[in-house]
């Protein structure tokens, strides 16, 4: 037989389960915030890796171009 008491009880529980899934959403947004800085990060990290290789390359181009001091110094 359903009783008071028993569907207090339910009540209770209820609550105590949307409760655990609240902090459970705030902790994914918490993580999902980390993430996101995270993968901005790492994004801008590569981004500075590939501005690093086309300056490198740039400048391996103009030292291949330009005639080296030794090879044209008069001994």
Same mark, same amino acid.
């Given at each position: 037989?359903? +009783? *008071?008491?028993? %569907?207090? *009880?339910?009540?209770?529980? $209820? +609550? #105590?389960?949307?409760? &655990? %899934?609240?902090?459970?959403? &705030? *902790?994914?947004?918490?993580?999902?915030?980390? =993430? +996101?800085? &995270? $993968?901005?990060?790492? +994004?801008?990290? &590569?981004?500075?890796?590939?501005?690093?290789?086309?300056?490198?390359?740039?400048?391996?181009? =103009? /030292?291949?171009?330009?005639? /080296?001091?030794?090879?044209? #110094? *008069?001994?």
């Amino acid at each position: 037989m359903i +009783t *008071e008491e028993k %569907i207090e *009880e339910r009540k209770a529980t $209820i +609550t #105590s389960d949307i409760q &655990l %899934i609240r902090d459970r959403l &705030l *902790e994914y947004n918490a993580k999902i915030k980390e =993430d +996101t800085a &995270l $993968i901005n990060a790492l +994004t801008g990290a &590569l981004q500075q890796c590939d501005h690093f290789l086309k300056d490198f390359n740039n400048d391996m181009v =103009d /030292s291949d171009e330009q005639p /080296s001091d030794v090879e044209n #110094s *008069e001994d």
